[in-house]
């Protein structure tokens, strides 16, 4: 039985996106928006579990180990696959979030969300994902999401339930996405869909970091937002440990 409180990082675990013209784009978690909250969470002293919508093991994104969406940094590249192979063993058993019992859902501390292509594909889609949710959200439990990750906002339950409607969010922004090689492509755009449902949305300039927080809900707008908004994640985290005066074991 697990009592030490964690850290849930949940990842999609979707292989491929359908784009708009029906064709069929490999696709997954990106790596560097695991990867950044990962270390930051990890040496902050936070126990962290991995988890996909399903249970199944998720892949890296491989446009995201591409030098040309690294600034063409090819050092950056060897770096990520190689945190990626140690990582290996933890990404091949991760959790199913349909299977979180009592034990695990009463030491969760957080819930963290990064992007990718992948959570297009499955995370609106997932009843699972949006109990999840409404459970952080009904027992403030604080939850980031990073860029596409923001996509998991859109998950309603079987009774149509859906968490977090009305705050104000960040997401990859219609104009990041239209300045990439998928522009007019994209099965739809995280920023048009999460206004109508109505979200408030709060976006940078393209390509900029800019991360927003409303209440308990954290959310960055893309790649570069990933250390910014962990650290603030983990400072709510923290603001929330030190109130009810509970250990996280660090």
Request: glycine share 8%.
């Amino acid at each position: 039985m697990r009592t030490q409180p964690y850290v849930l990082i949940l990842l999609s675990s979707s292989r491929q996106l359908t784009l708009r013209d029906g064709d069929l784009l490999d696709c997954g978690f990106w790596a560097e928006e695991f990867l950044t909250p990962w270390n930051i969470l990890r040496d902050s002293g936070w126990p962290v579990v991995l988890a996909t919508p399903d249970g199944q093991p998720p892949q890296v994104d491989p446009e995201s180990v591409q030098a040309a969406n690294l600034d063409g940094d090819s050092q950056r590249v060897e770096a990520l696959l190689a945190e990626l192979r140690d990582l290996a063993p933890l990404l091949s058993t991760v959790q199913d979030i349909r299977r979180l019992d009592d034990e695990l859902l009463h030491t969760l501390r957080g819930l963290f969300i990064p992007g990718g292509n992948g959570p297009l594909q499955d995370l609106p889609r997932s009843a699972a994902l949006a109990r999840l949710l409404c459970y952080c959200e009904a027992r403030g439990t604080p939850v980031a999401t990073l860029c596409h990750g923001s996509a998991a906002l859109l998950a309603t339950t079987t009774d149509d339930r859906r968490a977090f409607s009305g705050y104000t969010v960040s997401c990859f922004s219609k104009a990041e996405e239209e300045n990439t090689r998928l522009s007019g492509r994209w099965p739809f755009h995280l920023e048009e869909a999460l206004r109508a449902m109505g979200f408030q949305t709060d976006l940078g300039p393209a390509w900029s970091e800019h991360w927003v927080q409303d209440r308990l809900l954290l959310s960055g707008q893309n790649p570069a937002s990933a250390a910014a908004l962990t650290r603030a994640f983990v400072a709510q985290l923290e603001a929330i440990r030190h109130h009810k005066g509970s250990r996280h074991g660090r």
